[in-house]
């Protein structure tokens, strides 16, 4: 398996929050996660608005998390640079195999989560049509959330059945829990929290990295 990445994953409730979040970890961080919740999809509302992600300059590479409802009219304003990977809810899509084609086509990563209480099963099917899995350790929404155990059975059987796929944890990643999702198979952390409310960011994803390696 390929070494594991941290992505610092920025959940916020403005695009000036967005902004002033990317500068922060942008010299440490190959990749940054935005997490994009409309309120409907989930409990809470955060920044939600593909058209200011065209005004930032010298952009980083972007995953977004598109926690919202009715993705297959929507996703069609999200294949906007400097978005390189899209990552959406197998739960609030009506036709995913029309959505992978849609990301695909604008040549972007396409992405598939889960929620906890989705059974894993349900992705078989998608195998060799995405470019990852995003296994959510905690229910779609806020961060800060505590992490359930039981998803680490999911991510052992994707990697049992899928050697090659890539999985990306996400959802109460931090000392600890971070280290159970990279054991049962993951390649990509994700983590908002664990990074942002520490008062060096930089020293927060060394000490993320550090954990996962031993």
């Keep these: 398996m390929k070494s594991v990445k941290i992505i610092p994953a920025i959940n ?14 942008k010299p440490y961080a190959d990749w940054i996660h935005l997490d994009v919740a409309d309120g ?24 977004v998390h598109l926690m919202i409802n009715n993705i297959d009219k929507k996703i069609q304003n999200w294949l906007i640079l400097p978005v390189k990977r899209i990552i959406f809810h197998l739960e609030g ?4 195999d029309l959505i992978i ?28 049509k995405v470019n990852f899995f995003q296994i959510l ?17 999911k991510v052992r059987f994707i990697r049992k059945n899928c050697n ?22 993951a390649n ?3 983590s908002a929290s664990a990074i942002f409310d520490k008062p060096d960011v930089k020293k927060a994803i060394q000490e993320l990295k550090s954990e996962i390696r031993n």
Aim: contains cysteine; aromatic residues 6%; hydrophobic residues 40%.
């Design 12 to 25: 916020a409730r403005s695009f000036i929050e967005v902004k002033n979040k990317i500068k922060l970890v």
């Design 40 to 63: 409907r999809f989930t409990p809470n509302t955060t920044w939600h608005n593909p058209k200011d992600l065209l005004k930032l300059k010298n952009p980083p590479k972007i995953e």
């Design 93 to 96: 899509a009506r036709n995913p």
């Design 101 to 128: 084609k849609k990301i695909k086509a604008a040549k972007k990563q396409a992405g598939i989560s889960i929620n906890p209480e989705t059974l894993v099963l349900k992705l078989v099917s998608y195998f060799g």
């Design 137 to 153: 350790g905690v229910n779609p929404g806020k961060a800060g959330q505590k992490f359930q155990k039981k998803v680490l059975s």
């Design 164 to 185: 090659k796929c890539v999985i990306e944890g996400d959802g109460g990643m931090k000392a600890g829990t971070a280290e159970k999702m990279v054991k049962a198979g």
């Design 188 to 190: 990509l952390i994700v």
